[in-house]
């Protein structure tokens, strides 16, 4: 069993909170626009860190993160990338990824808006855990906590960090 934390759209934001949760962590997975490069160092501190970049990351986090990263964690599949889209909406080129690599779980980030979803006809959990960071136009700050157990995801869980008026 692993205990994954996900995040995204943190933009250059990491508060206390967000640290409690961290440390309950096995991995900490951040599916883009990162940000300030501090927050990865710090991240990487505490836990394994699994990143992608995203559209508003530095050169050097472009040059230091893929653009999409394709993992396994115990016998689960994993495809990250920031910008994705979601069951039945997939940003160009993304399907056609997912159908030659086949995750079991497809992450992304970019649009701010959590979403848990399984698409049917690929048979692929989609998470976007929302954005954990100050910046975009949320009401609340989400990041998403979940178990692999062997080939399955357990005890998925939101987390709301803050609401914002």
Not at 147 to 154: F, G, L, Q, R, W
């Amino acid at each position: 069993m692993v205990k994954i934390l996900l995040l995204s759209d943190t933009h250059s934001y990491l508060d206390e909170r967000m640290l409690i949760y961290i440390n309950q962590a096995d991995e900490v997975w951040h599916a883009g626009d990162i940000g300030a490069a501090d927050v990865i160092e710090t991240i990487k501190k505490l836990k394994p860190l699994r990143a992608v970049y995203g559209n508003i990351d530095s050169r050097a986090l472009y040059n230091e993160l893929p653009k999409v990263a394709y993992f396994k964690v115990e016998n689960y599949w994993v495809l990250m990338t920031h910008i994705g889209g979601y069951p039945n909406r997939y940003a160009p080129g993304i399907k056609q990824l997912l159908i030659q690599n086949k995750p079991n779980l497809f992450i992304s980030g970019h649009s701010h808006i959590l979403r848990v979803m399984f698409d049917k006809n690929l048979k692929i959990l989609h998470i976007n855990p929302g954005a954990a960071g100050k910046e975009g136009f949320q009401a609340v700050r989400t990041m998403v906590r979940f178990e692999i157990h062997e080939s399955e995801v357990k005890n998925l869980e939101v987390i709301e960090l803050e609401k914002r008026v």
